[in-house]
């Protein structure tokens, strides 16, 4: 509660975002250098977007080297004993289908979350690296594996969503997809920092408020850029995602409580 009406007060006074702006985009001591090999430069859409080494996606089975920009990202809900697990990753580039598709192999897993459309504002954001409907493709293996897979399609790059309501809904519609899921979920948008980091942030934030933990936005995104650099990439994305936060704490916690209390 208390934590709640700080948070409220910071985003008022404008000093939440200006914590946000303040607070290391890149952990110190954690290396990129994968992603500035030769052979890997291809593989990445921005050049100023990089996983780091520590924490990024090992592919095991790929003829094409071992690298994709992808990381793990674990958040672990204090008191639940949930760890919610994704990978965060980049929209794939015709070049890089293969790999996005050997790791969902090899990592297990079955709910892909999109957050970016192909292409916005005439600018291409992300190769479709599904296939079209009733196009089969014969793999030669017998394996089969059903995924889903969500996308999330008014919110361009830099942005927020046009629609708070809306964006918690689909966040809803993620948790409830993703319940007694062990292997990771993967989430991306572009670049892969922006959006996503929004989206998990938002999650973080909900099973907090469930758990009955307190709820420290900044806590939420510095752990995670612990494990992916620039996740939640402006300070009015931070804002938005704060005040869904209070949102969401009203609804659960505040709401239900004055309903019983009447
Ligand atoms: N947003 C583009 C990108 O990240 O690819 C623009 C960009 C291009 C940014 C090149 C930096 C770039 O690096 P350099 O200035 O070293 O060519
Ligand atoms: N250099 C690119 C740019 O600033 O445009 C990198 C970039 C692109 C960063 C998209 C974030 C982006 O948004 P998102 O991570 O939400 O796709």
């Not at 052979?39 to 977007?49: E, H, L, S």
């Not at 790929?62 to 990753?89: K, L, T, W």
């Not at 046009?162 to 948008?189: S, W």
């Not at 612990?226 to 994305?237: F, G, K, Y």
Request: glycine share 6%.
């Amino acid at each position: 509660q208390a934590s709640m009406m700080l948070l409220q007060e910071s985003l008022e006074s404008g000093a939440a975002m200006a914590q946000f702006e303040q607070l290391y985009r890149k952990k110190h001591g954690l290396t990129m250098n994968a992603a500035r090999l030769p052979a890997n430069i291809p593989k990445n859409r921005y050049r100023d977007v990089s996983p780091y080494d520590q924490t990024r996606v090992i592919l095991k089975g790929s003829q094409n080297g071992d690298y994709i920009n992808a990381n793990f990202v674990n958040m672990e809900i204090p008191g639940s004993g949930i760890i919610n697990r994704y990978i965060a990753a980049q929209g794939p580039l015709p070049n890089t289908c293969a790999d996005f598709w050997q790791m969902v192999w090899e990592q297990h897993c079955t709910l892909v979350v999109m957050l970016t459309t192909k292409v916005e504002r005439g600018r291409v954001k992300c190769h479709q690296y599904w296939p079209d409907l009733y196009e089969t493709t014969d793999f030669g293996t017998n394996q089969e594996r059903h995924i889903k897979h969500m996308q999330y399609i008014a919110w361009p790059d830099h942005g927020v969503p046009d629609d708070p309501a809306d964006f918690l809904d689909f966040v809803i519609r993620v948790r409830k997809n993703r319940i007694g899921m062990v292997e990771p979920t993967v989430v991306h948008c572009s670049a892969g920092i922006g959006r996503t980091g929004v989206l998990i942030t938002m999650e973080t934030a909900m099973c907090l408020v469930e758990a009955n933990q307190t709820v420290f936005p900044l806590a939420i995104v510095r752990q995670m850029r612990d494990q992916r650099a620039m996740l939640i990439q402006t300070a009015s994305q931070y804002k938005f995602v704060c005040e869904a936060i209070l949102r969401v704490y009203h609804e659960t916690i505040v709401r239900p409580l004055d309903d019983y209390q009447r």
